[in-house]
């Protein structure tokens, strides 16, 4: 089992960036592949990014591509999302999620994973 927290969300301003952090503990953080994910008022959970266990193979939702960079720090068990270039509809509350199935590209739908942080809020004012 691992336990994870979020952390770095706050208010910003359109075109400004932030830095999520998501620390892992527990179970060894690279059996996990990791995602982040976001949930904005009245709508579904979506996906955001997500990365492999040893760091490869990141992939994003076209709405964040360009934008939007994940990386892991296997050393201290530290999952990372920069934030570049915000927009007012990135307000959500960001969460991360593990899963152990996977070995290769992560899915992008939220039932495959099975761990969650209590996620942290971006707020994004125009």
Known sequence: QVQ?????GGLVQAGGSLRLSCV???????????GWFRH???KEREFVAAISRIGDRPNYADSVKGR??????NAKNT??????????EDTAVYYCAASAKYTGVMPRT??????????TQVTVSS
Do not use: C
């Open 4 to 8: 994870l927290v979020e952390s770095g």
């Open 24 to 34: 892992a503990s527990g179970r060894t953080f690279t059996t996990y592949g990791m």
């Open 40 to 42: 904005a008022p009245g």
């Open 68 to 73: 939007f960079t994940i990386s892991r720090d």
């Open 79 to 88: 999952l990372h999302l920069q934030m570049n270039s915000l927009k007012p």
């Open 110 to 119: 939220p039932a495959a994973y099975d761990y969650w942080g209590q996620g």
